[in-house]
């Protein structure tokens, strides 16, 4: 599933490198191999060798792109920071995570329930995974958790289950972000702080994708596979979603749900020393800048940390939009309250796993 073919080289362009280079570009024309390059290839054969962010664990060749490559054309530019600036988690924030469920208690709730249900099944016989929600509540310890098809999760076999969901989880926020600016200008209407919100979300899930593709490279089956995925998950919620708002906010509030449950479970098997790579292995650079990681706490391990937070916020999110008049209502996270009780912020200060009701915030 994973493999690419790689150019590198430590010095400046040589007669060897060049020839490799039209021998690849050859390849390349005549079908003969698939070359990948992250970065422009001038780029990766003149810059020196880098040894800080090898791949420690991963089939893919090794082929020393920066994590933060000179923006094309601007030589005076340093770094071009993001758009939305990530709110700072605490150590104590995040391990005060935990999974919890909301009830069904409506038609399209149900509706919602079982569609997710069907895509975990589905999901986790393809990758092999099989999920213990003992192990993840922490009432079973993980020795004894069940096996999947294909044996026990390895780092590896983590790295592409993470890829794959995070290549598809961007899409739900990307789509209703969408469909509410379309249907702003299309009605003249205000949309009352949703749109900012929901795209927020769309990028916070394409970062965690990045940020895995720093650890493994896909291959064309994986490729493939993201491509088919993609495409109609995409689809069928852009669909969904001009039906009923609603129930597309309470699926990916019951799909955070089971988000938070994976990266529990991830987070016991490295603890229980299962992944010793995800212990010891860095976080990438991109991860470090983008979640402000201090120092002492940049590993693999504490990125799961970061994610597992990210997704708990999804899912109250979404939980709580769920539960607001779709038309009518304000975004209670990027509103500002009379009183100074506690209220849904763009933090997790105040989280609420199974969101806010609408009496609460409106």
């Not at 050859?26 to 060798?49: M, N």
């Not at 909301?102 to 997710?116: F, G, N, P, Y």
Request: charged letters at 25%.
């Amino acid at each position: 599933m994973y493999g690419t073919i790689g150019i590198r080289s430590s010095a400046l362009p040589s007669k060897a490198a060049s020839a490799k280079l039209a021998r690849a570009a050859q390849d390349i024309c005549y079908g003969t191999k698939r070359v990948s390059f992250a970065t422009p290839v001038s780029y990766v054969l003149a810059r020196p060798k880098d040894t800080s962010q090898k791949r420690q664990f991963s089939s893919t060749s090794r082929t020393q792109l920066n994590a933060f490559p000179p923006p094309a054309n601007a030589p005076n530019v340093k770094v071009t920071a993001p758009a939305w600036r990530h709110p700072v988690y605490t150590e104590e924030q995040m391990h005060s995570i935990k999974i919890a469920h909301r009830e069904a208690k409506t038609w399209s709730d149900k509706v919602a329930l079982t569609m997710v249900r069907i895509l975990r099944w589905g999901m986790d016989f393809c990758t092999g995974y099989s999920h213990d929600h003992a192990v993840s509540t922490g009432s079973k310890d993980v020795k004894h958790a069940r096996l999947g098809l294909y044996g026990p999760m390895d780092e590896r076999k983590w790295l592409i289950r993470c890829v794959f969901l995070e290549s598809v989880a961007g899409v739900p926020g990307m789509v209703a972000g969408m469909l509410r600016h379309l249907h702003s200008i299309r009605r003249l209407e205000r949309d009352n702080g949703w749109i900012e919100t929901l795209l927020e979300e769309a990028y916070n899930e394409r970062m965690h994708l990045l940020t895995f593709l720093k650890l493994a490279e896909p291959g064309w089956f994986m490729r493939f596979m993201i491509l088919v995925g993609q495409g109609t998950f995409f689809n069928a919620l852009f669909l969904s979603y001009l039906v009923s708002p609603r129930t597309c906010h309470r699926f990916v509030g019951y799909l955070e749900e089971e988000a938070v449950m994976t990266y529990t479970r991830c987070i016991a098997d490295i603890d229980a020393g299962n992944l010793p790579l995800f212990t010891s292995t860095p976080a990438p650079e991109i991860a470090i800048r983008y979640w402000d990681m201090p120092e002492g706490k940049r590993t693999i391990r504490d990125l799961m940390m970061y994610i597992r937070a990210d997704e708990a916020k999804h899912r109250e999110v979404n939980h709580t939009l769920g539960n607001l008049e779709q038309r009518a209502d304000p975004n209670p996270f990027v509103s500002e309250y009379k009183d100074k009780a506690p209220h849904p912020t763009k933090g997790i200060e105040n989280i609420k796993p199974t969101g806010w009701e609408r009496e609460e915030v409106v």
